[in-house]
């Protein structure tokens, strides 16, 4: 493999990575833009004398589902190192993404279902958040050169910024087009499993072999 080729490959597959890190952030990012987007279903689910009670109506109920994720971000972590260790990098990586953005695919539905539902949800995707941390080493011990090593540390730790930047206006986007708030789900969901699935293909544990 000539030098120039190397390099091109190296930052394709800094690219790929950055990406799905930013899709798993995206997806637990969204229902902090969307919550307040879903009165539809409290009106569909409520009558006058019920809406007050409705769980997307009580501020407790819904903090519960920003903080289980953090609970989830743990289970995932501690199998982790040991698992990446049996399967590898690339397959860790890949299985921690299709995951994600199942929980976010069936995440419309899940708070159709009522509360305990969104917070598997939540809880699954926290899991997949484990891997977007390990991954900024594993991916620049792997694949950097030691003098880009820098580079690749500062460019995949981005992924939470960036997430942040992209989920803001397409979930104000999506709330106050005529699709909704869902299909911001849908649409992250689909995004990150064709980014899973590239990840998977373009990814090798043994850069010298790809």
């Known amino acids: 493999m000539t030098s120039e080729k190397s390099t091109?490959?190296?930052?394709?597959?800094l690219g790929f990575a950055l990406l799905l890190s930013t899709s798993i952030y995206c997806n637990q990012q969204a229902l902090s833009f969307t919550?307040?987007?879903m009165q539809d279903v409290v009106?569909?689910?409520t009558t006058n004398d019920t809406e007050s009670s409705h769980w997307l109506n009580d501020p407790a109920r819904k903090n519960v589902l920003f903080s289980v994720v953090a609970v989830g971000q743990l289970i995932g972590t501690l199998p982790i190192v040991s698992v990446m260790h049996k399967i590898g990098l690339r397959n860790t990586f890949t299985f921690y993404g299709l995951?994600?953005?199942?929980?976010t695919i069936l995440l419309p539905w899940a708070v159709e279902l009522g509360h305990i539902y969104v917070v598997v949800a939540r809880v699954v995707q926290g899991f997949?958040?484990?891997?977007?941390?390990?991954?900024v080493g594993a991916i620049?011990?792997?694949?950097s050169a030691l003098r880009e090593a820098g580079?690749?540390?500062a460019i995949l730790s981005c992924s939470p910024q960036l997430s942040a930047v992209l989920t803001m206006p397409l979930a104000s986007a999506f709330c106050e087009s005529s699709l909704g708030w869902r299909y911001l789900y849908y649409s992250f969901g689909a995004v990150?499993?064709?980014?899973?699935?590239?990840?998977?293909?373009?990814y090798t544990n043994h850069p010298r072999k790809h």
């Open 43 to 45: 009106a569909a689910q």
């Open 35 to 37: 919550v307040i987007c």
């Open 8 to 13: 091109i490959i190296r930052y394709v597959v």
């Open 140 to 143: 620049t011990s792997h694949w």
């Open 128 to 135: 997949s958040m484990a891997i977007a941390f390990v991954s």
């Open 99 to 103: 995951v994600t953005q199942l929980a």
């Open 151 to 153: 580079t690749y540390i």
């Open 192 to 202: 990150g499993l064709l980014l899973s699935a590239a990840f998977f293909f373009f």
